[in-house]
């Protein structure tokens, strides 16, 4: 299957194996989830390639077996949510950087939260010392 995915093409085994890719942009050092209105030819590439190894996937497995591993997925990422907080080492940047691919991981699967629940979970996982700020 390994050499069949990497045939068809490379990236397509890449997003496999890493998972998917979503359009980003940086603003003052801050990565975030680009806007549909500022996607250009290569994000929507990167989306196709996404779909393509989703169904490449699908295809693969049968239904049931489909369900429980995205169940086992969306379990795991929930868990990495639930435990997410700034390492001491972390900029602010790196951290919102973990934090935006769990979030888009979790949307991908179809789980999703809401932005007033992403700000309360980005506030209550920084450290001490950001307390003044």
Not at 13 to 19: A, C, F, K, L, T
Not at 61 to 67: A, D, I, S, W, Y
Not at 91 to 101: A, K, N, Y
């Amino acid at each position: 299957m390994t050499i069949f995915l990497q045939s068809i093409d490379y990236q397509l085994w890449h997003i496999i194996v890493n998972g998917p890719r979503m359009p980003t942009r940086t603003i003052e050092g801050v990565v975030s989830p680009k806007p549909e209105n500022e996607y250009n030819d290569n994000d929507f590439r990167m989306l196709q390639l996404n779909s393509k190894a989703k169904h490449v996937l699908f295809c693969a497995v049968g239904p049931n077996e489909f369900n429980r591993i995205s169940s086992s997925k969306i379990s795991m990422l929930v868990h990495e949510y639930e435990l997410f907080v700034m390492h001491n080492d972390e900029s602010i940047s790196d951290m919102f950087t973990r934090f935006t691919i769990i979030i888009n991981s979790l949307k991908n699967l179809g789980k999703s939260y809401s932005n007033h629940e992403l700000v309360r979970k980005i506030l209550r996982c920084l450290p001490k010392s950001w307390t003044p700020k």
